[in-house]
Structures are given as C-alpha cells and as structure tokens.
Nanobody
Framework: QVQLVESGGGLVQAGGSLKLSCAAS????????MGWFRQAPGKEREFVAA????????YYADSVKGRFTISRDNAKNTVYLQMNSLKPEDTAVYYC??????????????????????WGQGTQVTVSS
C-alpha cells in the first residue's frame, strides 16, 4: 500500500510559480512511476507530467511542456512539480499518482491514468488573471 499526500497548492497570479510536493508512505516508493494529473471544474481529469522510478525519464503534456518540471527524491519518498509561467487555464485540483514501474513499458504509457494504482486527495491550484 502507498499513501500519497499532496501539498503546495494555492492562489497565484498569472505568470507566477508554485511548487507542488507529493509525499508517499511505504518502503517501495523507488519502484513506482509517479504522475501528476489535474482536474478543472466541469472537465475530465487530464495528464500533466510523469517520471519513472529512477528519475531519468520524464514525460509531459504538451500544454505544460517548457513551463512545468517534474522531479523526485527517492530518499525522501517525494515527487515534485515545479510550475512556472502559470496561466489561468492551469487552474485545477492537482493529483499525484503512483503505479508499479512494470506497468509503464514506454514513457508515453505514463500518461494513462488507469495504469496508476494509488492516488492522493489533491491540492487546489488557482491562477488569477
């Protein structure tokens, strides 16, 4: 079992930055791929970014590429999402997710939410214009 707790959300002006954290419990964190997803009001949950177990491979949605950076610290059981140049359309609840690395044979598969086993409760990010 893995429990995930997100933090770092808040209200920021357009063009600003936020850094989200996702702390994971359990001894097997380093064996999981980690992803960030978001859901805006009235919209479906969408993929944002993902990182493989070692941190070497990352994958981003086109909408955040060049603005967001995902990273992880396996010693701290934590994954991060640095968000820069935020836009009002980035407003959403952000969720982190964990899935066994074996479920992700390619980086592209890390965008599929059904491959993830564990989800956090989410943290709200609001970007004002």
């Amino acid at each position: 079992q893995v429990q995930l707790v997100e933090s770092g959300g808040g209200l920021v002006q357009a063009g600003g930055s936020l850094k989200l954290s996702c702390a994971a419990s359990g001894r097997t964190f380093a064996s999981y791929a980690m992803g960030w997803f978001r859901q805006a009001p009235g919209k479906e949950r969408e993929f944002v970014a993902a990182i493989n177990w070692s941190g070497i491979s990352t994958y981003y949605a086109d909408s955040v590429k060049g603005r967001f950076t995902i990273s992880r610290d396996n010693a701290k059981n934590t994954v991060y999402l640095q968000m820069n140049s935020l836009k009002p359309e980035d407003t959403a609840v952000y969720y982190c997710a964990a899935g066994p690395q074996a479920r992700f044979p390619t980086v592209q598969t890390m965008s599929g939410p059904t491959r993830y086993s564990y989800w956090g409760q989410g943290t709200q990010v609001t970007v004002s214009s």
